[in-house]
């Protein structure tokens, strides 16, 4: 078997499940505009709970597009080296336009030249987009960045983005009881009994590459986690830090749903099966762990009383509605 260390985790690509602790899995998504239709079939075709989203404001499509241009050109004429960089930046606009300009920055070893290549703007009043005072530089195929903004402000309007896939990503996690691993990026450890279907979700991620209209690589693999006593300690360390950071936030959402007289049950009983189904997580962790998770007992009583008193105010609102 082949081994691999990741942050004091002992992984293998192959083994038998009924020795393996779990799964370590770890993504990256980067910018990504995919069409709506595309990704609720492709969501449905690899069984991952499709979250559909608001579609950008023109201001946020716009900004995002504008944000989106930029490019690095290294120039080499009469034996001179140049280096520049293009990018759009703030420029005046009022209530009815929306208004960036395009520039070319040349680096500079003391000091930075700016030059403006272009305007690129939005009408709000006649929904226009446009752009200009594009200026011929030698260098640089201003025209060429004007034309890319325009593209993307059109589909940052017709796509979902990264906030979208990232919900859908983390929503499907969640449903596998996986545990965020403490770290930069997106790191998960989905214990045992639910690690077959880790494969759904690479190839989801697999799949997002291929109708992706940014030219962003996603990512996504995993390997085998060997359950061994050093390998289990790490876990328990890690469904520690994450579950607390879960429990603090279903506290501080239980107590303002209480103290604000909320009159919604379907929302008090939303939050009584999300606190249910955390518990029932650290009784899934206790069996794959092999040990009782008691390190956060008192918080999951104080959970527990608050769970209580959302379904009898729930009950109560229910009865209300009946009469």
Known sequence: MS????????GTSHGEGQHMLGKFLYFTLGSILVNRDELSTLCQETGMPYTNSKRLSVADAFRNATGDIRGRIVSKRSGERKIYTIYCRDNEH????????????TLNQHTNQYKKLANIYFDRIDLSFGYGDVDADEDVDALSYCQRAETLFELYQQCATRRQIETICVNYLRSLEA???TGNGHNYFVPNHNMAKVDAFESFIEALNEINKSDTLLMA????????????????????SAVKKEISEYQERADYLIKSESSSA???????????????????YEDVLRRELDGLDDEFDTLKLLSQELSIRANGLRKKQAA
């Not at 081994?3 to 002992?10: A, G, H, N, R, S």
């Not at 693999?221 to 876990?235: L, T």
């Open 221 to 240: 693999n995993s390997f085998y986690i060997i359950d061994d006593a050093k390998q289990r300690e790490k876990m328990t360390e890690e469904f520690y």
């Open 179 to 181: 545990t965020k691993v």
């Open 266 to 284: 379907a929302v008090l009983e939303r939050w009584v099966v999300k606190i249910n189904t955390l518990e029932e997580k650290k009784r899934h």
């Open 94 to 105: 009022s209530s009815e336009v929306l208004s960036r300009e395009l520039v070319k920055e």
């Open 3 to 10: 081994l691999v260390e990741f942050k004091d985790m002992i």
